[in-house]
């Protein structure tokens, strides 16, 4: 369930997280699980098995100006998938991010 409100720059609490492995299944190694979390400002942070934070990353669209939209949309749905398949080599796994924001108000007509 999405935190109710969550939109656009409105701060930094989680709208959604995910637990899984990022290493590959061996008999002889054990694995642990590994949080991520999506906060409203569309950051992620991934949290190791203790839930110390390991790395925060912006999501790509952050490199935009986004003040324009403000309070305009909130988040409609969010998912995230944390996998061992990994993308690169030396990668240990993958941290999918799925969000969709819908418009929190109707658009003023153009004309």
Known sequence: RLLDGAS????RSPVAFAAGYL??????APRRMAVAVLREDWSVTLLDHTLAPLWTVPLAHMKDDL???VGQFEFSEAA???TPAAVGDGDRGTVVVCASMRRVRPMAPHF
């Open 23 to 28: 290493d590959a299944y061996a008999e002889d």
């Open 80 to 82: 995230l998938l944390l």
């Open 8 to 11: 656009i720059a409105r701060g």
């Open 67 to 69: 003040s324009p939209l």
